[in-house]
């Protein structure tokens, strides 16, 4: 049994305990079907009618609630592509958990399309956080393209932790967000590319609201002769603040394009944007290896810290 198999045994076998205590929902999904759901009485999950995928409802003002919705492509040969919807009432204060993880032991590719879509109501606050990971020792591809599209209402909170741990081959990452009056998005996201890995991320913020706000965040590490592409836009349509900052470790033959972009289009919008590129510094190398280490452990350490 393969490693994503085997977490989604255990999943299963979690949430089966949980039904009694567990205060929220929770839905997992293999190979495009659906291996387990539970919904609680302030958070339905119900099949879409209309296409592959979930609609998630939460009720207003439910507050300390969990949705966890794992999505697992075990095998080679599989191209899943589903369709969540959040719809979060007003006043609620929940975590999601997701992610995904593919694996193959073939030639052949696994790949997962995740188009997420949030409705978060009025003084709603919601914490999301995802983690992709590839496995397994086929030739075949991993690939995983996550599609986000956000829609904030007056004095909402979303913040977003995403993470690609490792594995994937190809990812393009696509995130859209509209806020509204007194909004505030954070997103801080975390990618590790190595050997011949592709990775592309997008976002784009329009801070339509008075007061609304968004703090974007990426940190990567692309190694060997991986790829990364990262553009952020952030656009300024009210009395807002925003900002935009991208550091990342590049070594060996690796390339890292970093494109903050700005649009201030009130003259009360204020936006910043910070990118740094660069090598992991020697000095850093050489006090880690007089406590010890080898050259390659201490580089696997300033990464993971610079990851955290």
Known sequence: MNSINSITN???????????????????RQ?????????????????????????IRVAPNTKGEYVYIPACVTKGGIDDLVYNDFFIGEGSDIVIVA???VHTESDSEARHNGVHRFFIGENARVRYEEKHIGTGNGSGDKVIDP??????????????ETSQIGGVSRSIRNTKAKCAEGAKLVIKERIL??????????????LNGENSGADIISRSVARDNSRQNYVSTIIGNAPCTGHSECDAIIDKNALVDATPRLFARNSDASLIHEAAIGKIAGEQILKLRTLGLTEEEAENKIVEGFLA
């Open 193 to 206: 590319t190595e050997f011949d890995q592709v990775a592309e991320t997008n976002f784009q913020v329009e």
């Open 10 to 28: 255990e999943l299963l076998g979690i949430v089966s305990d949980w039904k009694g205590s567990f205060k929220g929902a929770f839905n997992i």
């Open 31 to 55: 190979d495009g079907e659906c291996a387990g759901r539970f919904s609680s009485p302030n958070i339905k999950i119900e099949t879409k009618k209309d296409l592959p995928g979930i609609d």
């Open 99 to 101: 992610g995904c993880g």
């Open 147 to 160: 599609v986000t599209d956000i829609f904030m209402e007056k004095n909402s909170y979303l913040e977003m």
